[in-house]
């Protein structure tokens, strides 16, 4: 009966262990990994009219697991529920975008960060709000999930006091807050500077909208592995270095962002 319970006690204890930490061992015996991401994220992650999975992100996974001779599966998620699905096990990774803050780290075992970003107020451009100040009582959209919002909720001085109920409109995609935009049914977004550059610069009229700085902290994209799992961070962290060394993510910066882009990694090569 003892033998019986102690190991029925070790399996239990191997089975957690499988579930929850290092995985990086069976991803690489698998030769695929799982990629959760928000499918509407122009330029990091999206899916294109021909129904392709593209974007900067892809790019910099594809570039990372080639060394280590793994495909990249991409998932498509509801981004509010990005952490959920990493610890369901339904995705290893999330890699779209994905802002470190404090609140993230006490759930996400994070790589090192590979690219900048900030946050900044989209309005249509003859609504004549040129500040966050003009923003008194006005309508703001959010992504639910979103960094953005962390960084309202944080920072309620900044922006969160003067806007309308002090509350933000919450948007399961940027697509559909940027359409509420366009039919003036919000009169603000707060964003990420990728999307919003990207996402303007593309439009049939682009001087349309206007993008206004903000004084929100900077951001920084890493990649968000489940708590503990080390290994599969650090595999990641030595791609990054490697492409970072080798010209091939300076490269993929430029086909997505031209000269418009920040990179902390890059930045240490070039000092």
Partial sequence: MFMILL???????????????NNWN????????????DATFVPMGYENQQGKITGFDVDVANAVFKQYDVKPIFQPIDWSMNVTELRNNTID???????INSQREKVVNFTKPYLSNDQVLVTMRDSNINSLNQMHNKTLGV????????????????????IKNRTPVLYNSFTNAF????????????IDST???????????PKAFAIKHTNFPKEYFAVGARKGDYEITSAINKGLDKISKNGELKK????????????????KQEE
Avoid: M
Wanted: aromatic share 8%; glycine share 6%.
């Fill in 179 to 190: 359409i509420d935009l366009s039919s003036r049914r919000v009169d603000g977004l707060l």
């Fill in 143 to 162: 992504q639910a999930g979103s960094s953005g919002l962390n960084e309202l909720n944080n920072n309620p001085k900044i922006l969160k006091d003067c």
């Fill in 93 to 99: 990774l999330i890699w779209n975008g994905f802002s």
């Fill in 26 to 37: 069976s991803i690489k015996k698998e030769h695929k990994v799982v990629i959760g991401l």
């Fill in 195 to 205: 999307y919003a550059n990207y996402y303007v610069s593309h439009q049939k009229n």
């Fill in 7 to 21: 190991s029925t006690s070790l399996l239990s204890s191997c089975s957690i262990k499988n579930n929850d930490n």
């Fill in 252 to 267: 993929i910066c430029q086909k997505w962002f031209g000269k418009e882009y920040e990179s902390p990694l890059l930045n």
